[in-house]
């Protein structure tokens, strides 16, 4: 059923046929539209080959930083998607950028501590920055102030920034070592994305922002978040890729990252779908405090089961 006044649900062939023609580009999400830890989503591939075989440019835009782009063209690889590194953005790219564009750290000099995972640490490889922190065994070791290597030799004074993202190892010595950068007024504080929490399959999980917020409060600070919703993403996006932004589209699972990202971005269209974080419930609620999107759909899959 279509709502007159509000999100459109796709739930029919014309609905879906009329959503695909008024976009040229797809920008999606991932955790959440795409797969859901290593469980692809239903349709998938035949709804991306469906858009490309139609003409459509596809992008994937994720707040997941995980992984670099590299680490994520292999990962389409393993589900038999043709995706080139170069469609891919990410939370930790954007957040390099960030470091690299905005505040104007240099490479070969200025460090950065890594307080998140390796798709961090090599997107600022490529871009000639040296990071620490991250996957660095000794910070597994449970924290001890008398022993951690990290207090006895002292801060290393080059590092210019902490960049924080989801953490899947996050432990005391990573907090505590993170927020001892953080009390130092010259060090920048970046988050990668503001994601309170993260889409698994059959689970909900905490996201990179509960983990972010975690030594915020500690150090009593704010930090940048550089992933979905901040426009400088898509700036970078439209830019690199040259795009129309009233013809593209953006498909993703989460009103206050996604949807913002779109709507505030100005981009033509936004998709919600209903296998990530969200609720039909949410999506319609006109109360809510996230802009709503214009259209809405169980799974992205439905795009193609509803046209074939
Ligand atoms: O906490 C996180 O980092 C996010 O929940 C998650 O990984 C977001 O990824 P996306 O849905 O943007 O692909
Ligand atoms: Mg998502």
Redesign the pocket.
Known sequence: MTQSNGPIKVDSKAVSQQLLDQYDTFLF??????WLGTHLLPHIKETLNLLLTQGKKLYF??????KSRAAYAKKFASFGIDVTEDQIFT?GYASALYVRDTLKLVPGTDKIWVFGEEGIVDELKLMGYESLGCNDPRLNEPFDIATSPFIAQGLDPAVKAVIA??DTKVNYHRLAITLQYLQQPDVKFVA??I?????NKGHI???????INCVAFAAGREPAAC??PNPNMLNAIVTAKQLNRSTCCMV???LN??IRFGVEGKLGGTLLVLT??ETEENALDVSSDHPLPKYYADKLGDLYELLN
């Open positions: 999400d991932c955790d959440g539209v795409l835009v994720t707040n997941n930083s995980t939370s993202g989801l990668t994305n994601d309170s929490t993260y889409p999980l905490p996201g990179a922002g509960s983990m992933g979905k993703g699972d989460r990252t996604d990530g974080i």
